[in-house]
């Protein structure tokens, strides 16, 4: 052997580049025996879940969007709610669907692209969750595990979710394998569910640059009476049977009526693009993070704070838009209405930490005004809590806050006010598209919503 060949015996290896897309992003599907209309399944959902109803409904809107040829980016939702509400029905209803949805029980980040020490590197691409994920709606049951992690364990998944739900593929290095990366378009959506949210893990996400949507189910809470007919009633498994066939037959008619996907005219719908954008500035202030705490000065207690991490609200925008798309295409338009903005609008104030979206939610439901009393009511909380929060949407610049002298027992109450950057918020057009009753305008499908806080 010669110098040179032990020297180019030691060249370390170059990295694994990998590109399977051989994966078509909109696989052929026949029509279903029964093809199956979205009035249809709603119909279904609602007799035997009502209470899901739009939570499914937002479901299939995530996986409609990759039927639209220009969605490049992952769209990920987590259902919230307290143990046995049913957010684990409402994504079994997604489940077991052939080529369009992906279900796991246990998960980690870490998984889309493994680097497992007692796995050789050439048998890795077998088991790496995101090339199996591709074109498809990965349905996770419980990410309540994820954010149960230590801080820098939770942090580490985190950084890699975020970088996955980019859409752009993925990379990464380790002292066993070296590197390994997927290159190209890695598009897939993503359905979980989680208990609510700890404090720490908003603060996290938002620092991380969080690509994770949530919506608050808030199921009702049943009566004695309404507990006792339940047991004598349908058994859960089988009206969730009859809901996961509706499902799938209805996203085999939507596959099979856009066999080769859908062009969208992105020339129309302005007005509504106006109304998502103003959902999409509403959310980038609502989860903006920030350290706020209490000092005592001479004068009494002052709030003092970091400058507060406020992410543009571009990345928010699109994909407020792209859902809104996937909701009128399941719909069977091409165009949106007011009944597409509703999921931009709900699920632009849940995806906030949980005290700051009840309380603006408080601040809608009083016409944009809310004093430290109806507060501590709305949040149960202390004073001081109380107006910790009121002033974390000023420091957000949400709201505004003044001073009354008609407090309790001669003090002043602190009274807070939207600021009219979001006035939109308070008008009649989305109070309809809320389905909200005035006084100038109706219900805005009052069959669909009605059930849903």
């Known amino acids: 052997m010669t110098i040179n060949d032990d020297k180019n015996d030691k060249k370390p290896k170059p990295a694994e580049i990998i590109n399977l897309e051989q994966n078509p992003r909109i696989i052929k599907i026949e029509e279903p025996d029964s093809p199956v209309s979205l009035n249809q399944w709603q119909a279904i959902i609602k007799d035997n879940f009502p209470d899901l109803a739009f939570a499914a409904e937002i479901s299939l809107s995530i996986i409609a969007q990759i039927l639209i040829k220009d969605v490049t980016n992952?769209?990920?939702?987590?259902?919230?709610?307290?143990?046995?509400?049913?957010?684990?029905?409402?994504?079994?209803?997604?489940?077991?669907?052939?080529?369009?949805?992906?279900?796991?029980?246990?998960?980690?980040?870490?998984?889309?692209?493994?680097?497992?020490?007692?796995?050789?590197?050439?048998?890795?691409?077998?088991?790496?969750?995101?090339?199996?994920?591709?074109?498809k709606l990965l349905l996770i049951r419980d990410l309540a595990t994820l954010f149960s992690k230590r801080d820098d364990d939770l942090s580490e998944c985190l950084g890699i979710l975020t970088r996955i739900l980019d859409g752009e593929g993925f990379s990464s290095d380790s002292g066993i394998h070296g590197q390994r990366q997927y290159v190209g378009e890695y598009l897939f959506?993503?359905?979980?569910?989680?208990?609510?949210?700890?404090?720490?893990?908003?603060?996290?996400?938002?620092?991380?640059?969080?690509?994770?949507?949530?919506?608050?189910?808030?199921?009702?809470?049943?009566?004695?009476?309404?507990?006792?007919?339940?047991?004598?009633?349908?058994?859960?498994?089988?009206?969730?049977?009859?809901?996961?066939?509706?499902?799938?037959?209805?996203?085999?008619?939507?596959?099979?009526?856009?066999?080769?996907?859908?062009?969208?005219?992105?020339?129309?719908?302005?007005?509504?693009?106006?109304?998502?954008?103003?959902?999409?500035?509403?959310?980038?202030?609502?989860?903006?993070?920030?350290?706020?705490w209490v000092e005592k000065g001479e004068d009494g207690k002052e709030y003092n704070h970091t400058m507060p991490v406020i992410e543009k609200p571009d990345r928010i925008n699109q994909l407020f838009y792209n859902l809104c798309r996937g909701h009128a295409l399941i719909a069977g338009r091409t165009s949106l209405s007011n009944e597409d903005v509703r999921l931009a609008v709900e699920i632009a104030v849940d995806s906030a930490p949980t005290q700051r979206t009840k309380l603006f939610r408080k601040l809608l439901e009083l016409d944009g005004k809310i004093c430290t009393t109806e507060v501590e009511a709305a949040l149960n909380c202390s004073k001081p809590t109380a107006l910790k929060e009121m002033e974390i949407l000023k420091i957000l610049g949400i709201c505004t806050i003044e001073e009354d002298s008609q407090g309790l027992v001669g003090g002043t109450e602190k009274i807070l006010y939207l600021d009219n950057t979001f006035d939109w918020f308070l008008s009649d057009e989305c109070k309809a598209i809320r389905g909200i009753k005035t006084d100038t305008t109706d219900k805005v499908n009052p069959t669909l919503w009605e059930d849903n806080p």
């Open 189 to 292: 959506m993503l359905l979980a569910a989680s208990t609510p949210i700890p404090p720490r893990v908003w603060k996290m996400m938002g620092n991380l640059g969080s690509r994770l949507f949530f919506l608050n189910i808030n199921s009702k809470d049943k009566t004695e009476i309404e507990l006792a007919k339940q047991l004598g009633s349908t058994a859960y498994k089988t009206k969730e049977t009859v809901c996961k066939v509706a499902t799938r037959e209805l996203l085999e008619t939507l596959w099979s009526t856009y066999p080769e996907g859908v062009e969208w005219d992105n020339t129309v719908d302005e007005i509504h693009k106006l109304n998502i954008a103003k959902c999409a500035m509403l959310l980038a202030r609502l989860r903006g993070v920030l350290n706020a």
């Open 74 to 135: 992952p769209f990920a939702l987590v259902l919230v709610d307290v143990p046995s509400a049913g957010k684990t029905i409402a994504i079994n209803f997604f489940a077991e669907i052939a080529g369009l949805t992906y279900a796991t029980d246990k998960f980690t980040p870490a998984s889309f692209v493994s680097n497992a020490a007692n796995v050789k590197k050439e048998k890795l691409k077998e088991i790496d969750m995101l090339p199996r994920v591709q074109y």
